[in-house]
Nanobody
Framework: QVQLVESGGGLVQTGGSLRLSCAAS????????MGWFRQAPGNEREFVAA????????YYADSVKGRFTISRDGAKNTVYLQMSSLKPEDTAVYFC????????????????WGQGTQVTVSS
């Protein structure tokens, strides 16, 4: 069965960095768009970033553009989210997701989801 397993979350101070990883199994990794979403307490889940199947095209939410970088490693079936210059408002549970269709920011189009990893940014 398909599994997406996130790791790398934790507690970091404002201005710090973290790298999230999402290991995929049970699917043909190269056939899927990969995305990151996040959900803060009391808020709806929101789009953060997505990467094309080739890894050559990336898309970001305006709130993270210039601070976060999404990438993928086909040899490891893993997608990454490098987060820098972190702010308290980045505090959330971060989810990775896989989409078999066209690249999109619409979470409803994603087919598979991980369980999430907590990122907490202290002020």
């Amino acid at each position: 069965q398909v599994q997406l397993v996130e790791s790398g979350g934790g507690l970091v101070q404002t201005g710090g960095s973290l790298r999230l990883s999402c290991a995929a199994s049970g699917l043909t990794f190269s056939s899927y768009i990969m995305g990151w979403f996040r959900q803060a307490p009391g808020n709806e889940r929101e789009f953060v970033a997505a990467v094309s199947r080739s890894g050559l095209k990336t898309y970001y939410a305006d709130s993270v553009k210039g601070r976060f970088t999404i990438s993928r490693d086909g040899a490891k079936n893993t997608v990454y989210l490098q987060m820098s210059s972190l702010k308290p408002e980045d505090t959330a549970v971060y989810f990775c997701a896989a989409d078999y269709g066209p690249i999109t920011t619409d979470q409803g189009e994603y087919d598979y989801w991980g369980q999430g990893t907590q990122v907490t940014v202290s002020s």
